[in-house]
């Protein structure tokens, strides 16, 4: 492009850096209302559904405390979102001028699902005295499935973009393409289902930590019980699932994209019998991974189901086309806190099982509550692990991210924009929920009136 | 088919500019709340818009994702030559939502609530500005692409949209949506004091709507693209545009003017509705004009197709709920039936 070819190289090489940073910071941030948006909706219907049938009105006012938290949430995702849709085109308008028509259609599909999901929870927020309590539940479900429909349909578009197919390049332009064939990629399965047990749980573990932050302060509160029972009860199944979905997504990255295998493993050699390896320093000087625990023969278990078969190190791939080296930590933090949930969730069933209640001790309390950022720190490193994972491809072995970016010069301007942006509305979100905790009902009142 | 996806996008900015543009002119009414009662007008403003501003801002989302699937490279030229316009409204969009649900559900009555109502305000106002800015620079003619060379954008980052043209588009947009909102607001509250504050407002604000028209058709001639300038006031369909909007704008001020307000309200979602269909009209067969058109940005046919048969069904499920929404709560104002204290 001309305004490129005038730019000096080095400009162009920062400025594909600060748009991957920008794309980057914005996915993080709204990966997180996402995620709340998709789980946060399904704890208010339990809620209320409990609210109906037992008519304990503790429920009613935990209802309505979380769907206030859940209004919140919900809009800042709906923003943020909206700078992402806009943003793919502004960060990168190579790749949307060339995947438009390939992989528009699952992001047309998540339109309507997040047009059901803004009409009803309009309805749910609003309509407390204006639908018949059947229809205010049935309200409260939409929003909570077109949450997660929503994010089948992005993580499709994602999946295509780690394992495109549905069309061929002649002359450097798309043709064939075929929408159906390309938002059907094998990819997406093991992507959706591992996030959205992701979703569950991380929202469910940090509203299970407000709430055991509160019974610290104010033990044996019978709201504050109900409301950690119920979201340790979305918590505990997908904690304990998530580990074999994760495994099954590891052989699927190992089968479709074994170099971020090997990335994430930090196997630089190709090698049968080759080791797990837990922490450890990659070291691409020298081709290994220093540092390490090494689990003989593991790896080659976990992605192929045998202790013998052959994993493929980086090496067998150019060296232009590692990912970062950050991939590897990303997914050792993801492992790990993913197994300390798991952990923690091991306790609380256990105790459940037996006394049908959960754990009632100070301990488990201080456990959930340090737990709390736990998910959502895991969500952040696994979507590094994919995304950061799939560079310097922004189309997987098709289309480089460089190839892609916009010849708009100066975008370190945007970013420090968008990262300030961010970085204030993380504080005002966190002060406006701090703010609702300390007025949480069941709790000596503080001024001020009711929505 | 292609022209079918353009009408399609066409559609869903009308039902944007109807539905979301009013939204964002009550949080300009926000920044104007006046008088004795300007607490009471505020609380209207947040409440008439609360249980329906999310999905109305969902008409945006289809746009974007419509004009990116079934148009792609328009997609990439809009977002390479207005990245900065572009950009600033996003800005605007995310500081009016999380503005509003903080200033809707924090902890009520105390100085950082007032602050964030002030940002939700300043931010209702600014963005349909912007907004206006990018459809004032897409119709002028201004930004310059080469079809030939995978759609290369060859006019600078500032020159399309740093004119006159553009800013009259922005503040008519903003007038109009200003009046719209105020119109609507009439009906959503019982208090006739309330009501005649808002009756006021709409005058006004119609007056600005002939004041940036007049402006805007003034200043179209610098620099707008020739072809669009005749188009616009030159054919015999556009005059019929023109005609029409001119009498529906005149029946609607009529209708306020002799408190019709049932009658005022279809009115004015009209007379907006026949402003930007007449703008899509003028337009085609461009995209941008001059250079992308409908049918050098379109993609392929297999896309197109499968686009409209999704469109289609989503249709299906979008319309009942849509219904639903607005029945449950436009019928009758929820204002006095939640407002606080």
Not at chain 1, 254 to 274: I, S, V, W
Not at chain 1, 401 to 417: D, F, R, Y
Not at chain 2, 130 to 146: H, T
Request: hydrophobic share 60%; glycine share 8%; with cysteine.
């Amino acid at each position: 492009m001309q305004a490129r070819a005038s730019m000096p190289y080095l400009a162009l090489v920062d400025n594909l850096l600060f748009a991957r940073t920008q794309m980057g910071v914005s996915l993080g941030f709204h990966i997180i209302f996402a995620a709340i948006g998709i789980a946060m909706p399904l704890l208010m219907v339990i809620s209320e559904v409990a609210w109906l049938r037992t008519k304990d009105p503790d429920y009613l006012e935990l209802t309505k405390a979380w769907a206030k938290g859940t209004a919140i949430l919900i809009a800042i995702g709906a923003a943020s979102g909206t700078v992402l849709s806009f943003e793919l085109g502004l960060l990168f308008p190579g790749f949307m001028r060339h995947a438009g028509a390939v992989i528009g259609m699952p992001f047309s599909l998540e339109g309507f699902a997040f047009f059901a999901e803004a009409i009803f929870v309009g309805i749910y927020l609003y309509g407390w005295n204006r639908v018949r309590p059947a229809l205010h539940v049935a309200a409260g479900i939409a929003v909570a499935l077109a949450g997660a429909l929503s994010a089948v349909f992005v993580i499709t578009a994602n999946a295509w973009m780690n394992h495109p197919r549905g069309f061929r390049i002649e002359d450097g332009v798309f043709v064939d393409i075929d929408p159906w064939h390309a938002m059907t990629t094998p990819f997406g399965v093991h992507q959706i289902i591992h996030m959205l047990v992701a979703a569950y749980l991380a929202t469910g573990i940090l509203v299970a930590a407000i709430h055991a932050w509160i019974l610290l302060r104010h033990p044996g509160n019978p709201i504050h019980r109900k409301a950690l029972g119920i979201a340790m009860a979305m918590v505990i199944p997908a904690a304990i699932v998530q580990p074999a979905i994760g495994d099954f997504a590891s052989k699927q990255v190992a089968r479709y994209q074994p170099l971020k295998l090997a990335a994430m493993e930090g196997q630089f050699k190709t090698e049968a019998n080759a080791p797990l390896r837990i922490l450890g320093i990659p070291d691409r000087e020298a081709r290994e991974t220093r540092l390490a625990i090494e689990l003989p023969g593991l790896l080659s278990f976990l992605s192929y189901g045998d202790r013998d078969a052959v994993v493929q190190g980086m090496e067998d791939f150019p060296e232009e086309n590692w990912p970062p080296v950050v991939v590897h930590y990303a997914f050792q933090l993801m492992v790990l806190f993913g197994m300390l949930l798991f952990f923690l969730s091991i306790w609380a069933a256990a105790h459940w099982i037996g006394r049908r209640r959960l754990p009632q001790s100070r301990a488990f309390l201080w456990c959930v509550l340090l737990s709390g950022p736990l998910g959502m720190a895991a969500i952040e490193f696994g979507w590094i692990v994919t995304e950061v994972g799939r560079q310097p491809w922004v189309i997987y072995e098709v289309m480089r991210t460089s190839e892609a970016v916009t010849p708009m010069p100066g975008l370190i301007a945007p970013l420090i924009v968008s990262c300030l942006l961010y970085i204030g509305l993380s504080i005002a979100v966190i002060a406006v929920l701090y703010r609702q905790v300390m007025i949480a009902p069941g709790l000596p009142p503080a001024p001020g009136p009711e929505v | 088919m292609a022209w079918v996806m353009a009408l399609v996008i066409l559609i869903a900015l009308i039902l944007y500019a109807i539905l979301g543009g009013a939204d964002f002119g009550a949080g300009f009414w926000d920044l104007f709340a006046s008088g004795p009662r300007a607490r009471r007008q505020r609380d209207l403003v947040a409440l008439a818009i609360g249980p329906v501003w999310e999905a109305n801002h969902v008409w945006l989302i289809l746009v974007v994702v419509a004009l990116f699937t079934a148009f792609p490279p328009a997609f990439a030229v809009l977002s390479i030559a207005l990245h900065v316009p572009l950009a600033l409204m996003l800005l605007g969009i995310v500081a009016r939502a999380s503005s509003y649900v903080f200033r809707n559900y924090d902890v009520a009555g105390d100085v950082v609530q007032q602050r964030w109502g002030n940002v939700f305000a300043y931010a209702s106002a600014a963005t349909p500005i912007l907004l206006g800015i990018v459809v004032g620079a897409i119709s002028s003619g201004a930004i310059r692409v080469d079809p030939e060379r995978g759609f290369e954008v060859l006019t600078g980052f500032f020159a399309p949209w740093v004119r006159i043209f553009p800013f009259a588009v922005g503040f008519f947009a903003l007038s109009l949506f200003a009046f719209l909102a105020a119109v609507y607001l009439i009906r959503e509250t019982h208090d006739p004091e309330l009501q005649e504050d808002f009756r006021l407002r709409a005058l006004i604000a119609q007056g600005g709507v002939v004041v940036f028209a007049l402006i805007a058709a003034l200043t179209s001639r610098l620099g707008a693209h020739e072809e669009f300038h005749v188009r616009l006031l030159g054919s015999w369909w556009s005059w019929l545009f023109f005609a029409a909007a001119c009498v529906v704008a005149a029946i609607t001020t009529l209708l306020v003017v002799r408190r019709r307000y049932a009658l005022a309200r279809i009115f004015a979602a009209g007379e907006v509705a026949v402003v930007v269909a007449g703008w899509g009209f003028a337009h085609q067969p461009f995209l941008i004009a001059p250079d992308v058109t409908i049918e050098n940005a379109a993609a392929p046919a297999a896309t197109l197709r499968l686009l409209i048969i999704v469109l289609a069904v989503g249709a299906l499920t979008l319309f009942p709920s849509l219904y639903w929404l607005y029945r449950v709560f436009k019928r009758e104002p929820i204002f006095e039936e939640l407002r606080r204290d």
